[in-house]
């Protein structure tokens, strides 16, 4: 697919600051863009601009870190200007703002989906661009963003062209462009709780159901001071996932799992030197998305895979989220947010299938982080009813490789626990302590696997027993001389 960025480095009045992107969901005046940006199909389908820009090798601002920032800092009443000010920064000079609308029918789910290209200083509309979709989908709205963006670029690119020969702008008064506010809205400047949202424009027509209000956490130490590497790693490749919010109502959240695979992402790019468009970062992954970034069985050649340079990519994977045993087998599974535990041998992931599908990628070094229990319990409660705790063993190449570290939180049968005061999961947490220069006994500044062993086997069971009265054996392989990190 061509690149969408291509076409507006066209427009002068429109170019972007050092080939950079930011993109937003669309705001009316009235609604809160902080309150717009939470909603979980938003984020479904800002994530599939910013994925198809940054294949085309363009820069897309971060707008989850710095709109994570903005709330943490109570700043959210500020005027939606303003915000988008704050995260794009003085030298951009436009921005992408997406809507769209779900049409619901006895046959399927369709699609309507808008892009305006706005100027950051008047906020003037220069492109509006419809895709309507004339097929139907079921629930994976990412997947068919992404379709729909791939068959109507031409226009798109067309409508650009037009706009940068005529030098007028749109007036999107009469349009009846859908607005994404949820049917709730927080009101920042009092603190109180959600209020349903009264008279907005175009209430009638919403057909998108909110998300679930979303708790923000306060910066922890974790989360400050990141270690800098100071040059870049050009060839890693990382998969970060982080499943907080599962579709079945029986299946309890894990609270902090996109707290900690946010912070992750953030450690591989400033600590580990990774590029931003080698992180495939994915929050609330169904199995589609397991599928397309790991492989099946029998055929490992996922999205990852294709990224990797062959012996010359360092990989690192991470997970945050559920894991859940099969009772009648005693395997493992990843838990995807649109599993039924019940039946996870037919919706889960399994981990053969992603040990043995991570042993054909062709990478330099492998390193692999889980933080998730496999035992059917979890802190947030039980996902499946009336078993016993399993023994959980996975063998492959992988895990006798002397170029592969494996992380995991806990054994099999044990539960991974959380840290609140701290906001993420205890494992995690301690982890990045770590990395940050906790873990470097010798103070060399390196992290080694054996320091970073010794001081999660020295804190994790012990915070476990203090925290939650229960047992927390992290699972750590690998080469006590591998470095881990290097400031």
Known sequence: MKSILSLLLFFPILAFAQNTLVIFPYTEEGESICDNYNVYNTKMVLQTIEEACIYNAFNVIDTQTRMRKIEAENVCHLRNNQIRKAVMGQRQKSYIEVSYKLHKTPKGNYLDLYLLLRDANSSNVFVVQKMTSKKRYSSNIKEFAQRLIQLNFDDFKQQCNLARKNGTKVDISSMKIPSIAPTQKTDYTKGKQPKPLKGSKGAKEKEVVAAPVVEKFPLSDVDQNIPTYGKVNENAVAVVIGNRTYRNNDVPEVKFAINDAKMVKSYLKYGFGFKEENIIYIE???????????????????????????????????????????????????????????????????????????????????????????????????????????????????????????????????????????????????????????????????????????????NVPYMARRLNNREQTPEITGSDEIILIQR
């Open 284 to 458: 609330d992954a169904s199995q589609a998305d397991f599928n397309a970034i790991f492989g099946i069985k029998g055929n490992a050649k996922g999205k990852l895979y294709n990224y990797v340079k062959p012996n010359v990519s360092d990989v690192f994977v991470y997970y945050s989220g559920h894991g859940a045993p099969n009772p009648e087998t005693n395997k493992g599974y990843f838990v995807p947010v649109d599993t039924d535990p019940s039946l996870i041998h037919f919706n889960g992931y399994s981990l053969d299938t992603f040990y043995e599908n991570l042993g054909l990628v062709p990478y330099k070094s492998l390193t692999i982080v889980v933080d998730a229990c496999f035992s059917g319990s979890s802190e947030g409660g039980m996902l499946l009813k009336n078993i016993s705790p399993v023994f959980i063993k996975s063998e492959n190449k992988v895990l006798r490789d002397e170029n592969v570290v494996i992380l995991t939180s806990a054994a099999s049968e044990q539960v991974s626990s959380w840290y609140n005061e701290k906001y993420h999961s205890l494992f995690t947490y301690y982890y990045l302590k770590g990395l940050q220069g906790a873990a470097d006994t010798n103070k060399d500044r390196k992290v080694t696997l054996g320091e970073m062993k010794a001081y999660i086997v020295d």
